[in-house]
């Protein structure tokens, strides 16, 4: 069992900033990566970064340049800092946990964060 909570999320002037965080408790050893993905009123949900156990990330290339994804392990808590933002990048914003299990993966999801920004 996984519980991930995000908080950080609100209303926000376009070109504004935000940084968003998600704590991780429960059975969180063997993380393989966590990230963070986004979904907008009657659209697909998306990716938005990721960072593996190793540090890697990797950026959806609508917010590169713009969001940084990071980590406390002490904390067992990722955030994402997100800069300049667009009114496109309005949506609901999810925590993502991926922990082995054997030769397979499980997948744990947060309950969402809105972030708004405005024209």
């Known amino acids: 069992q996984v519980r991930l909570v995000e908080s950080g999320g609100g209303l926000v002037q376009a070109g504004g900033s935000l940084r968003l965080s998600c704590a991780a408790s429960?059975?969180?050893?063997?993380?393989?990566?966590m990230g963070w993905y986004r979904q907008a009123p009657e659209k697909q949900r998306e990716l938005v970064a990721t960072?593996?156990?190793?540090?890697?990330?990797d950026y959806a290339d609508s917010v590169k340049g713009r969001f940084t994804i990071s980590r406390d392990s002490a904390k067992n808590t990722v955030y994402l800092q997100m800069n300049s933002l667009k009114p496109e990048d309005t949506a609901v914003y999810y925590c993502?946990?991926?922990?082995?299990?054997?030769?397979?993966?499980?997948?744990?999801w947060g309950q969402g964060t809105q972030v708004t920004v405005s024209s």
């Open positions: 993502k946990l991926q922990r082995k299990i054997g030769l397979s993966n499980a997948n744990y």
């Open positions: 429960g059975s969180i050893f063997s993380i393989d990566s």
């Open positions: 960072i593996a156990s190793g540090g890697t990330t």
